[in-house]
């Protein structure tokens, strides 16, 4: 089966780091563009960042650049989003979710990982 | 940011009604636009993508249509397990951004 999990959440307080990590099984995870997508509670959908297959052209929210870095290996079938400098603002449920090469859709997502920003 | 737009926020509608949702983007997208549906305590999930193409294992009463900047989903006979919260998304120009989403709820 096509699988992604992630893991890594929890309670940081402000100006914390912490570093996300998305497991993928049941396909070529070269293949494929991977992203992460942050939904604050209650509240929408919100594309946080993007990594090619070769993991060389990257993209990020204004809203986490400088502070958020997006990873992959390749050889481990993993992703990561390591989270600097965090705020408020950024708690909320954090989806890896793979891309489509075709439309750049999010095909299919993990479960999520809870990230709380609080002191 | 290319901002994207649904309409109506939420909605009420019977099991065996048509429901219709529209999504427009502030520029023009082509037929970069994708919906998802998305139930409580769960991840979204892709239905539909380029606008119209079906997602494998989608029913086909849910269909897509549109270009440029104005876009439906329609469920053409709402059934009990499509009682979800849907998204729009643009995936023509980063930054990726969705629709703030459309509640369809049970009447």
């Known amino acids: 089966d096509v699988q992604l999990v992630e893991s890594g959440g929890g309670l940081v307080q402000p100006g914390g780091s912490l570093r996300l990590s998305c497991a993928a099984s049941?396909?070529?995870?070269?293949?494929?563009?991977m992203n992460w997508v942050r939904q604050a509670p209650g509240k929408g959908l919100e594309w946080v960042s993007y990594?090619?297959?070769?993991?060389?052209?990257?993209y990020y929210a204004d809203s986490v650049k400088g502070r958020f870095t997006i990873s992959r290996d390749n050889a481990k079938n993993s992703l990561s989003l390591q989270m600097n400098s965090l705020r408020s603002e950024d708690t909320g449920v954090y989806y890896c979710?793979?891309?489509?090469?075709?439309?750049?859709?999010?095909?299919?997502w993990g479960r999520g990982t809870m990230v709380t920003v609080s002191s | 940011d290319i901002q994207m737009t649904q309409s109506p926020s939420s909605l009420s509608a019977s099991a065996g009604d048509r429901v219709t949702i529209t999504c427009r983007a502030s520029?023009?997208?082509?037929?970069?636009l994708n919906w998802y549906q998305q139930k409580p305590g769960k991840a979204p999930k892709l239905l539909i993508h380029?606008?119209?193409s079906l997602q494998g294992g989608v029913p086909p009463r849910f269909s897509g249509s549109g270009s440029g900047t104005e876009f439906t989903l329609t469920i053409s006979s709402l059934q009990p397990e499509d009682f979800a919260t849907y998204y729009c998304?643009?995936?023509?120009?980063?930054?990726?951004?969705f629709g703030q989403g459309t509640k369809v709820e049970i009447k």
């Open positions: 979710a793979r891309g489509l090469v075709e439309s750049d859709a999010f095909d299919i």
């Open positions: 049941g396909f070529t995870f070269t293949s494929y563009e």
């Open positions: 990594v090619d297959g070769r993991g060389i052209t990257i």
């Open positions: 520029q023009t997208i082509t037929t970069y």
């Open positions: 380029i606008a119209s």
């Open positions: 998304q643009q995936s023509y120009s980063t930054p990726w951004t």
